[in-house]
């Protein structure tokens, strides 16, 4: 691969990083999109909510999205890990302002794109692990639906669960279980009881079965599926090496960026999960064609 200077580096190439390559790749400017293949999303077998492909593998969404991008032939992607990115103190004569550590080599670019997404660390209660994103979720949106009104577990991480527990009744019965996480309070209660969510406090023992949740009474009870609250952190380190502003959330800290996706150091962009609360496929591509836009004109009209 030549080591001369890209218009732009974009870390991470699923859907919003690969949105992003689209733009920059029809305006014929030179993007090097480095990606080691980590979806979020890996652990589901359909992905919901993403008008034209509701309902379809999301592996197949992403093969179908990288295989339309790089048939621009300023487009070429690197399957590796990035290890390091640098903002250059000195530019060079080609005007390269970032370089990126991958596969052992080198490489520079005039704007730094990423698309990095984020980690979720899932509660530590066995059985959950194996069933994420099959019968186990965060997201109403992409998975109610298919729950068919069948009864909805929300096994608490936080006061935070409250918010599961108050909307999953519109997708089916459901069961708040405290799992000591936390008590809700008189207020909390009548909002539970308003919209007919069950309080469930003997604590969570294990998941067995397709959803069935085994209390630490002895009791088990079958749920057709079960959401869960997951601490989510930056993929990658790039924001710490980079020193970029961060905006804190209650579930984890978040690149902060302007309307345009452009991040608190100039040439640096970043879009799709690692810069918003919460994301879904829609949104990732949402942002990637507008930090792709704003890229393009960023290297046309600005300095950095
Ligand atoms: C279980 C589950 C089910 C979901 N279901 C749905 C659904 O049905 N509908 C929906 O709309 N959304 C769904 N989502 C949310 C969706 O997965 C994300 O919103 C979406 O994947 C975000 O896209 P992204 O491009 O920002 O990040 P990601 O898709 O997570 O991609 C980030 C990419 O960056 C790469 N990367 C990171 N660091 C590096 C590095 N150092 N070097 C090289 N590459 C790197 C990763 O390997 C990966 O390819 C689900 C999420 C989960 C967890």
Known sequence: MSQSVNDAIIIGGSYAGLS???QLGRARRRVLIIDEGVRRNRFAAHSHGFLTQDGVDPAVIA???RDQVLAYPTVRLLSARAERVQR???RDEDGAAFDVIADGARFAARRLLL??????????????????????FHCPYCHGYELDRGPIAVIAGSALSMHHALMLPDWGPTTLLLNTAFEPDADQLSALSARGTNVERSPVVGITGHADITLADGRTLPFAGIFALAEVTQASPFADQL???MDDSPIGAMIRTSATKETSIPGVFACGDAARISGSVALAVGDGNMAGAALHRSLMFESV
């Open 20 to 22: 992003a390559a689209l």
């Open 63 to 65: 093969q179908r999205a």
């Open 88 to 90: 250059l103190k000195v």
């Open 115 to 136: 698309a990095t997404g984020v980690t979720d660390t899932l509660p530590a209660i066995p059985g959950l692990a194996e069933r994420w994103g099959r019968s186990v």
């Open 243 to 245: 020193g970029l502003a």
